[in-house]
């Protein structure tokens, strides 16, 4: 009865440590510390939430970036069901997607004769990536520039102050947040045109 005692109250306590004491400190810890990315790293605009800089979101307008391809299903960044496409680098029906992406691109905007950024064709791991590499922003300038009546120097200067910068310089790769950059954007367009200028879509 002895043995049997003393486990029970190191279960209890352990239960008490770990499910109790060690969650409620760390999620102070995080409230305290960290409250936006405790929150969900939630981005705001004019008091609403507009999304998260942690997941991407579909963008179709001519006039605004587009975001890397996802594989989710049954919707596109579908945070509830985060995959992969797990087509192979040899699978035939992988090249059949980049290829209509490409295609789809190039479409888009025909005077655009330059290689197309991989990230633009082809879907992440997780297929949540709110994040395009700044080549992939770079390419679709000319596309944004014809289809908003925006001059492309201005452009590249969203794409470069929304530009997020390796950690301590060298930990990853520049990137830019697609739904930050669309929205620096879309205030861009308000202020040209206040009364024409129409919600980004997310």
Do not use: C
Request: aromatic share 6%.
């Amino acid at each position: 009865m002895g043995d049997l005692k003393s486990t029970l109250l190191l279960f209890l306590l352990l239960v008490v440590i770990t499910g109790l004491i060690y969650p409620l400190t760390m999620t102070g810890v995080g409230q305290l510390l960290f409250p936006h990315q405790a929150n969900g790293s939630l981005i705001k605009e004019h008091g609403r939430v507009v999304g998260s800089a942690l997941i991407g979101q579909y963008f179709r307008e001519p006039e605004y970036f587009w975001s890397r391809p996802s594989a989710t299903s049954p919707m596109p960044y579908n945070a509830a069901g985060s995959s992969a496409s797990n087509l192979g680098p040899n699978n035939p029906v992988l090249a059949q997607h980049v290829a209509a992406r490409v295609k789809a691109l190039k479409a888009a905007d025909p005077a655009e004769q330059g290689p197309v950024p991989v990230d633009l064709v082809t879907s992440s791991a997780s297929g949540l990536d709110p994040d395009i590499s700044i080549a992939a922003a770079r390419y679709q300038i000319p596309r944004i520039a014809k289809a908003g009546g925006i001059n492309p120097t201005v452009l590249q200067q969203l794409v470069q102050e929304n530009t997020q910068y390796p950690l301590l310089g060298y930990i990853g790769e520049p990137v830019v947040n697609v739904l930050k950059l669309n929205l620096a954007l879309h205030a861009r367009y308000v202020q040209m045109h206040p009364l024409k200028a129409t919600p980004v879509k997310h």
